[in-house]
């Protein structure tokens, strides 16, 4: 079945860039719309953004200024680029999948272990 | 956006059944039939448990049901067992400018 796996480093300087793979194995990344989701350590999730293998994107209004996903067919990989982070952009950062062949019903099915990234100097 | 908003901690004894609820507004929830519940254990990745209010995926237990009335979307577990002891969280569409929102997440102790 398709596993995703977060990659990336774990720690990240204040006013820098967080960027993150994820990369999708045992299917393809063709015909899904791909999320990147969130989770400050103790709190609850957030919704980043997504993508469809086509490349067309949206994100969420709160980190739209800072927040690029891009996709690779090729490599079957999508990514996240968050810039000018803080310590409030400190989570364990999840990339998922919708359920919904060629629709994006909000169903994130399956997910990645996900990747704990901190940001501090 | 305003998170949907959750109880943070709900509880029951083996066998019996529980409800957690999540509350959104006319621009989500009580619009949209896309609200989904997710079951997340101690460091592990959220596991998908209902989708479109009430579908099951396969291989989710049918002691889990969802419903949803007016602005308020509900889980509903029977039966309870230990391994339900975990954090639950609603989703639901918000619009095509706000578009997915979570709640604040729902502790579920099986005493």
């Known amino acids: 079945q398709v596993q995703l796996q977060e990659s990336g480093p774990g720690l990240v300087k204040p006013s820098e860039t967080l960027s993150l793979t994820c990369t999708v194995s045992g299917g393809s990344i063709s015909n899904y719309y791909w999320s990147w989701i969130r989770q400050p350590p103790g709190e609850g999730l957030e919704w980043i953004g997504y993508?469809?293998?086509?490349?067309?994107?949206n994100y969420n209004p709160s980190l739209k200024s800072r927040v690029t996903i891009s996709v690779d067919t090729s490599k079957n990989q999508f990514s996240l680029k968050l810039r000018s982070v803080t310590a409030a952009d400190t989570a364990i950062y999840y990339c998922?999948?919708?359920?919904?062949?060629?629709?994006?019903?909000?169903?994130?099915?399956?997910w990645g272990q996900g990747t704990l990234v901190t940001v501090s100097s | 956006q305003s998170a949907l908003t959750q109880p943070a901690s709900v509880s029951g004894s083996p066998g019996q059944s529980i409800t957690i609820s999540c509350t959104g507004t006319s621009s989500d929830v009580g619009t949209y039939n896309l609200v989904s519940w997710y079951q997340q254990h101690p460091g592990k990745a959220p596991k998908l448990m209902i989708y479109e209010v009430s579908k099951r995926p396969s291989g989710v237990s049918n002691r889990f049901s969802g419903s949803k009335s007016g602005n308020t979307a509900s889980l509903t577990i029977s039966g309870l067992q230990a391994e339900d002891e975990a954090d639950y969280y609603c989703?639901?569409?918000?619009?095509?400018?706000?578009?997915?929102?979570f709640g604040g997440g729902t502790k579920l102790t099986v005493l």
């Open positions: 993508i469809y293998y086509s490349g067309s994107t």
């Open positions: 998922a999948r919708d359920r919904c062949t060629s629709c994006f019903s909000g169903s994130f099915d399956p």
């Open positions: 989703c639901s569409y918000a619009g095509s400018t706000i578009v997915w929102v």
